[in-house]
């Protein structure tokens, strides 16, 4: 696929803001219009790059459960892959750098998306704080550990704000192994190509209070072993390491 194409998402993209800035200011916006748009929105982007995908593991999510949702992060592709692979509500947490777009970043916000500025410690512990207010209200709140897309398909360095969510909230981990999307659109690149297909392994839950605060280090690295089993970049440099 060409430039013309990321255009395309552009445009997809912004053919939703409007609509949810204008209700969102008249108090008519609701959870289930923006997850209407936001299943609408997934499904454009995937269907005009011709991604097909490939879902395991949609019964480690039990019915009535809400997840602090927590995936490698390759490709912009992610996201609409997320939204149709999971389908339940979900909302991210994006740092502010995504949110640098004035209509795009209104429709984000009323839509319930998570602004995190991590040089802002304080802002930061604020965010979380409204993201487990979400989590309370029966959304499920995705983030990438990472906190960034990996330019190598590699797990990098876990950052550790979600885990204190997960430990503050009690809500469990649902890790989720995305392979392919970056197939699609390379971390930081601007053409996408048509085809790829997108594998995602959703693991089982695991659950924080079986760690505490005093072993968040073996909870995330848990959820990093979880999250990297099924990521064929991972398995290649385990067998490297072994060999």
Same mark, same amino acid.
């Given at each position: 696929?060409?430039?013309?194409?990321?255009?395309?998402?552009?445009?997809?993209?912004?053919?939703?803001?409007?609509?949810?800035?204008?209700?969102?200011?008249?108090?008519?916006?609701?959870?289930?219009?923006?997850?209407?748009?936001?299943?609408?929105?997934?499904?454009?982007?995937?269907?005009?790059?011709?991604?097909?995908?490939?879902?395991?593991?949609?019964?480690?999510?039990?019915?009535?459960?809400?997840?602090?949702?927590?995936?490698?992060?390759?490709?912009?592709?992610?996201?609409?892959?997320?939204?149709?692979?999971?389908?339940?509500?979900?909302?991210?947490?994006?740092?502010?750098?995504?949110?640098?777009?004035?209509?795009?970043?209104?429709?984000?916000?009323?839509?319930?998306?998570?602004?995190?500025?991590?040089?802002?410690?304080?802002?930061?512990?604020?965010?979380?704080? =409204?993201?487990?207010? &979400? !989590? #309370?209200? /029966?959304?499920? %709140?995705?983030?990438?550990?990472?906190?960034?897309?990996? +330019?190598?398909?590699?797990?990098?360095?876990?950052?550790?704000? =979600?885990?204190?969510? &997960? !430990? #503050?909230? /009690?809500?469990? %981990?649902?890790?989720?192994?995305?392979?392919?999307?970056? +197939?699609?659109?390379?971390?930081?690149?601007?053409?996408?190509?048509?085809?790829?297909?997108?594998?995602?392994?959703?693991?089982?839950?695991?659950?924080?209070?079986?760690?505490?605060?005093?072993?968040?280090?073996?909870?995330?690295?848990?959820?990093?072993?979880?999250?990297?089993?099924?990521?064929?970049?991972?398995?290649?440099?385990?067998?490297?390491?072994?060999?």
């Amino acid at each position: 696929m060409t430039v013309r194409h990321l255009g395309h998402a552009a445009a997809v993209s912004l053919s939703i803001c409007l609509p949810t800035v204008v209700q969102a200011a008249f108090g008519r916006l609701t959870p289930e219009i923006c997850d209407e748009r936001l299943d609408t929105w997934s499904r454009k982007i995937l269907s005009r790059a011709r991604v097909t995908l490939e879902v395991f593991g949609r019964e480690n999510m039990p019915p009535g459960e809400t997840f602090v949702i927590m995936s490698n992060h390759q490709s912009f592709y992610d996201i609409p892959v997320l939204f149709q692979a999971l389908k339940r509500r979900v909302r991210m947490v994006a740092k502010k750098e995504l949110y640098v777009i004035p209509l795009w970043s209104h429709a984000m916000r009323a839509a319930g998306f998570v602004e995190i500025d991590r040089a802002n410690r304080q802002q930061a512990i604020q965010s979380l704080k =409204g993201a487990e207010a &979400a !989590l #309370a209200a /029966g959304t499920n %709140i995705w983030i990438a550990p990472e906190g960034t897309r990996s +330019n190598t398909g590699r797990l990098g360095p876990f950052k550790k704000g =979600g885990f204190q969510m &997960a !430990l #503050a909230t /009690g809500a469990s %981990i649902l890790p989720v192994s995305i392979d392919g999307s970056r +197939n699609a659109l390379l971390a930081r690149g601007y053409r996408v190509h048509n085809d790829a297909h997108v594998r995602v392994t959703i693991s089982r839950p695991i659950d924080p209070k079986a760690y505490g605060p005093s072993r968040r280090e073996e909870l995330m690295q848990a959820v990093r072993e979880a999250i990297g089993q099924h990521l064929p970049q991972e398995r290649d440099a385990a067998r490297e390491t072994r060999n």
